[in-house]
Nanobody, 124 residues
Framework: VQLQASGGGLVQAGGSVRLSCAASGGTFGYNVMGWFRRTPGNEHEFLAVIRWNGGITAYSDAVKGRFTISRDKSKNTGYLQMNTLKPEDTAVYYC??????????????????WGQGTQVTVSS
């Protein structure tokens, strides 16, 4: 499965952006899709995850209440709706897929497929 992330761009603080992650190359085949972000010099930061079958979600404290993860199984596509954006949300955002135990979904090393990343820049 290949993942293609899209939807990033420049947005003003307080605005919204929706990221998409399209899976191609066959059936999804993994248990979860997650979203991470990365800033220069830092590791991947876990943001949100969704169980592909069942739709159970989890979020980091940094984005809980502002970001919403979802998926459309018929389109093999996941989404990250980001609202009330702040300048500190500026980063490259990545989608990822894997089959970790639910207790390990926050660890980027547990994911097997990654999108190429999409830049989100939030201006103040």
């Amino acid at each position: 499965v290949q993942l293609q992330a899209s939807g990033g761009g420049l947005v003003q603080a307080g605005g919204s952006v929706r990221l998409s992650c399209a899976a191609s190359g066959g059936t999804f085949g993994y248990n979860v899709m997650g979203w991470f972000r990365r800033t220069p010099g830092n590791e991947h930061e876990f943001l949100a995850v969704i169980r592909w079958n069942g739709g159970i979600t989890a979020y980091s404290d940094a984005v809980k209440g502002r970001f919403t993860i979802s998926r459309d199984k018929s389109k093999n596509t996941g989404y990250l709706q980001m609202n009330t954006l702040k300048p500190e949300d500026t980063a490259v955002y990545y989608c990822a897929a894997g089959s970790p135990n639910w207790s390990s979904v926050r660890y980027n090393t547990m994911y097997r497929a990654w999108g190429q990343g999409t830049q989100v820049t939030v201006s103040s």
